[in-house]
């Protein structure tokens, strides 16, 4: 076994042992959250305190991934569907300032603990967010060689205010980077994420065209991806 593999399979250790670990301590140490925000969510509107989503992780598995409710029921039915331009009215007072502060993540900690999500690695898209998974070229499905994520590279290089590509770009990098350096370069994505989260900036998606209706440029940017998705390769 050359040393790259050897390492590779140490890092995937390391990292397994730390997503245990840190997830485990945070549902303990936020104790306190788990029963102030649901109060508050369920206080400043009607539905339930989470919000369950079918996700991709690792070779396109599905899984339940959780968040603190921040918007209307069924939201992703309404208006521009899973985009969210600034001054969305679905999302609830309440939930605004959970996006702010990204508190509205953490029961991903729960997603963490069972293995579903690592602390570091892609976003994990919605199940039918980039079309038909079977179908997707090699350029998009090589992100899900790895196992999905609470932050990663792209969300440190731009976070909501770049497209579906550019993200699969970093994605794709973040493969590169890991396979060849391993749990180096998580530590460095998870230091350079404190400081994203305190920033507060970039939350909301871009248009591409600012004079469109935010349902006409949500339905031009899932075109747009779902079309690239799919070039042959």
Not at 98 to 109: A, G, Y
Not at 132 to 160: I, M, P, W
């Amino acid at each position: 076994m050359c040393f790259r593999k050897l390492w590779i399979i140490i890092s995937n250790f390391i990292k397994r042992l730390f997503d245990l670990t840190i997830s485990a301590l945070l549902i303990i140490i936020l104790v306190p959250v788990w029963i102030v925000i649901p109060a508050v969510i369920k206080n400043d509107s009607k539905g339930p305190v989470f919000f369950r989503q079918g996700r991709r992780t690792t070779h396109g598995r599905i899984f339940n991934m959780l968040k603190f409710r921040s918007m209307v029921v069924d939201a992703e039915q309404l208006g521009q569907g899973l985009f969210n331009y600034e001054g969305d009215p679905r999302v609830t007072r309440v939930g605004r300032f959970l996006r702010k502060t990204s508190v509205d993540e953490l029961p991903q900690v729960f997603n963490i603990l069972i293995g579903d999500m690592s602390f570091v690695g892609p976003r994990p898209c919605v199940t039918y967010e980039l079309g038909d998974f079977d179908t997707l070229n090699k350029r998009y499905k090589k992100r899900f060689e790895v196992k999905a994520g609470l932050t990663g590279l792209a969300q440190v290089k731009g976070r909501n205010d770049i497209d579906w590509d550019e993200k699969v770009g970093y994605d794709n990098e973040y493969v590169d980077l890991y396979n060849k350096f391993g749990i180096f370069v998580d530590i460095i994505i998870m230091l350079k994420s404190f400081t994203r989260v305190f920033k507060r900036d970039k939350i909301y998606e871009i248009k591409s065209d600012d004079s469109m209706t935010d349902e006409e440029a949500a339905r031009l940017a899932d075109e747009r991806v779902k079309r690239l998705a799919h070039l042959p390769d």
